[in-house]
């Protein structure tokens, strides 16, 4: 099975800094990696899809980059919406798998 | 606005069986793979079982393989996953969860969970 490992597990910034979150996969899985938001008590929330492809009204201060084994989320100018758990997940081979995630906080 | 409307969770006791359904609709439930999440209270997404459009390929986590089945009815609208032998580390929201396409893992909507217990 493919293991996603995202770094760091937490992240303190402030609204309107720049921030990115990596995800590794155990092995290369092309560009079939999706990111996901979720804030507490709510199910998650498509970002983007195919690594870099940002779902439909998704703000587009979010992006996505990376293939292979080795990808980045950024968010370029922190709001207070945006403070949130992240997750990445791979979905190029059975089992899918997803990151352990991400908490953002504000600082 | 896409629907999706979990039911069937609960308390169950180890080794005990359960069968979760979930009813979708404002779209067109054949054309698209749907998955089944779960997540642990206060821990992370675990992706547990996904059926593509025309029910021709599935897949399990590592975690539930042997345990859980994954089934549909397109004439129904619905997704189901039945739960055999169940264990404390299956207690979880489940979350009915539906694909952007007919095969894909990626997922674009999500149901608001049912809640399963395992315990004595």
């Known amino acids: 099975a493919i293991q996603m490992t995202q770094s760091p597990s937490s992240l303190s910034a402030s609204t309107g800094d720049r921030v990115t979150i990596t995800c590794r996969a155990s092995?290369?899985?092309?560009?079939?990696l999706a990111w996901y938001q979720q804030k507490p008590g709510k199910a998650p929330k498509l970002l983007l899809f195919?690594?870099?492809t940002l779902q439909s009204g998704v703000p587009s201060r979010f992006s996505g980059g990376g293939s292979g084994t080795d990808f980045t989320l950024t968010i370029s100018c922190l709001q207070s919406e945006d403070f949130a758990t992240y997750y990445c997940q791979q979905y190029y081979s059975y089992p899918y798998s997803f990151g352990q995630g991400t908490k953002l906080e504000i600082k | 606005e896409v629907q999706l409307v979990e039911s069937g969770g609960g308390l169950a006791q180890p080794g005990r069986s359960l069968r979760l359904s979930c009813t979708a609709s404002r779209f067109t439930f054949g054309d698209y793979a749907m998955h089944w999440v779960r997540q642990a209270p206060g821990k992370g997404l675990e992706w547990v079982a996904g059926?593509?459009?025309?029910?021709?390929?599935?897949g399990y986590a590592d975690s539930v393989s042997g345990r859980f089945t994954i089934s549909r009815d397109n004439a129904k609208n619905s997704l189901y996953l039945q739960m055999n032998s169940l264990r404390a580390e299956d207690t979880a929201l489940y979350y009915c969860?539906?694909?952007?396409?007919?095969?894909?893992?990626?997922?674009?909507?999500w149901g608001q969970g049912t809640l399963v217990t395992v315990s004595s």
């Open positions: 969860a539906k694909a952007l396409s007919g095969t894909s893992g990626n997922i674009d909507y």
């Open positions: 092995q290369g899985i092309s560009s079939y």
């Open positions: 059926i593509t459009w025309n029910s021709g390929n599935t």
């Open positions: 195919a690594a870099s």
